[in-house]
């Protein structure tokens, strides 16, 4: 049965930093790329960061996360991280992870959710004072 399963969110002041992770069962996650997701209350579901693996290696975040978060996956483990730092407010949201073997070769396939086809049930993450 395939499964993805984050932890780590929590509340944390602006500023702070927290370090999330997934665990993947089920399949093989060095021939999968992954990514992680975000969705606010009333908004939809968002790209942070992906790390691709099939086609050549490649690490994308968009630009609202750049330089504060960083992603990471550790395959002999079946383990995928993502480090957010300097957390602000506008970070609240429930963090998914998710993987597909689709080929993605651009940074808006790569961070589209719609080619993943796998997704874990997501962490809660609120930044607030």
């Known amino acids: 049965q395939v499964q993805l399963v984050e932890s780590g969110g929590g509340l944390v002041q602006p500023g702070g930093s927290l370090r999330l992770s997934c665990v993947a069962s089920?399949?093989?996650?060095?021939?999968?790329?992954i990514a992680w997701f975000r969705q606010a209350p009333g908004a939809e579901r968002e790209g942070v960061s992906c790390f691709r693996r099939i086609g050549g290696s490649r690490i994308w975040y968009a630009d609202s996360v750049k330089g504060r978060f960083t992603i990471s996956r550790d395959d002999a483990k079946n383990m995928v991280y993502l480090e957010a730092n300097d957390l602000k407010p506008e970070d609240t949201a429930v963090y998914y992870c998710?993987?597909?073997?689709?080929?993605?070769?651009?940074?808006?396939?790569?961070?589209?959710?719609?080619?993943?086809?796998?997704w874990g049930q997501g962490t809660q993450v609120t930044v607030s004072s």
């Open positions: 998710a993987a597909t073997p689709t080929y993605l070769r651009t940074y808006s396939r790569c961070l589209g959710s719609e080619y993943y086809h796998h």
């Open positions: 089920g399949f093989t996650l060095d021939r999968y790329n």
